[in-house]
């Protein structure tokens, strides 16, 4: 497996994107692409997927294009997708449903193995096939199954003493969709913040700067 330390920041970040249409054109029985093909489709330039496919492997032959099915399946393994990291979800609210439900925790390298909430209405009950546990139980739960990540739905207020228990119980893994800001807390976790509040103002703030650009050259 191609290992890349170096890979920047920015690329990692588009890797997800590359994944997904590789894998729509696999799926379509494509073979092989060119990087001015993939540049079409996903709106990148020829010369950045270029740079960017060079960072792990050179995979491109000049006139012949990249072959797709190894490129998918070295992305997937960069990103390292094909591990089974287990993966508890703190909050069974509306947010941590919808989560649990309809994120394919199986296909990006996680297995959700366990759900915590700390309401008496919920606790016992079930989403998908798990049941949801008390977070009373979370340090008996967490002994006595190997778990590597923590899902956060739960309001920010929450978070900070939740974080702490599985601090001490060696978990440093989060995906926070809170508004807590977990790195300023602990300076050796690694943290993936889904603000959606965050992602749905810049829509407003585009819309906005759209539409004061409009009245500008209307008025
Ligand atoms: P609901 O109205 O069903 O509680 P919600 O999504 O509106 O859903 P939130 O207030 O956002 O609820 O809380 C999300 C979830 O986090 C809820 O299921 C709530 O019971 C749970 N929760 C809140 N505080 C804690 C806590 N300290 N420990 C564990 N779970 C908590």
Known sequence: MYR????????????????????????NGVKRISS???????????????QDLNCFGGFGQQGYGYPVEN??????????????YNAILIGAGNL??????????????????GIFDNDPAKIGTGIR????????????????NKTDAAVFCVPKGAVQRIADRLYKLGIKNFW??????????????????????????????????ANSILDDTTA
Not at 72 to 80: D, F
Not at 129 to 144: A, G, K, M, V
């Open 4 to 27: 890349n330390k170096n890979i920047s920041a920015p690329v990692i970040k588009r890797l997800p994107r590359y994944y997904r249409f590789l894998g729509e054109l696999q799926a």
């Open 36 to 50: 001015r093909e993939l540049s079409d489709k996903m709106g990148f330039t020829a010369s950045q997927i270029r």
């Open 71 to 84: 490129l998918y399946n070295e992305i997937g393994n960069i990103l390292g997708i094909n591990n089974t």
């Open 96 to 113: 941590g449903k919808a989560v649990a439900m309809h994120m394919s925790f199986e296909k990006r390298g996680f297995r959700l193995i």
């Open 129 to 144: 096939d798990i049941r949801i546990s008390d977070l009373d139980d979370l340090e008996e739960f967490c002994t006595n």
């Open 176 to 209: 926070n969709f809170s508004h807590y800001d977990l790195s300023v807390h602990y300076d050796d976790i690694i943290v993936e913040n889904v603000h959606l509040n965050d992602s749905l103002m810049i829509l407003c703030y585009k819309i906005s700067e």
